[in-house]
């Protein structure tokens, strides 16, 4: 359904079924992750992504984006945590579909423009866990292809949340000037995510860009707790670029 609507009606419909809860993430320097768009205290990135860094250098993402901030134990927390549940109504699933549906049709030129490369080949990060089916994440970002897809297994792991790229198996060598945009639903660590971008570069990928719908806060201890009660107040802006968080490049 998505897929029909134009750009002006994805965003009238996720402001009205979602406007109320969603946040657009926070992008400005030692109060966020460069990397991340987390809370931080005085840093430029997370401690994280900091460690991701120093395992992985260069070979991580070359751009990350998020589209809203998936806050623990309210609303827009339940919606990414429920929206893959085989008892989730379909509005939740209609929500992350709308995400994906802009994110994808709008703002793929976006990251496009900032790495100077055009996006070639895309794929969604499958679950680690096994589970069975289509993944809906997958279903949704099908329906706005950007190039050609990217077969990817998930292989058993006892540290889902370590970055290792033996965590995925690619399904083709991908030419050298290739750009691969990753699609994630939701980031916790980023373990998971950058995993996958190691397990691309091992497949021959140039560049890969890294889009998650959510970025996954905890609020029970500062600095994210002030965070979310001082800086996430202005309305959801649907529209807003999920890669500077703001204006499209």
Known sequence: MTGALSPQDLAAALSAHAGGYLRNPVRER???CQVCATPVDGFDICYPCREHRLQAGRFLADAVGFCTYAIDGRQSGHLMYGYKSR???PTHRSIVSLLVGLALTQHTSCV???RTCPVTHWTTVPSLNGRPGEHPLHQSAAVFPQG?????EAATTQNPRGLSATHFRIGQQLPPSS???VVDDTWVSGGHMQSLVLALREAGA???SALAIARWLKPDRDPTREFVRTRLTPDFQPLAC???SHACP
């Open 87 to 89: 008892l989730s109504g």
């Open 112 to 114: 496009a423009k900032l």
């Open 206 to 208: 140039a560049q890969v």
């Open 148 to 152: 050609t897809e990217v077969p990817v």
């Open 30 to 32: 030692r109060v966020t």
């Open 242 to 244: 999920p890669w500077t």
């Open 179 to 181: 750009h691969v945009l």
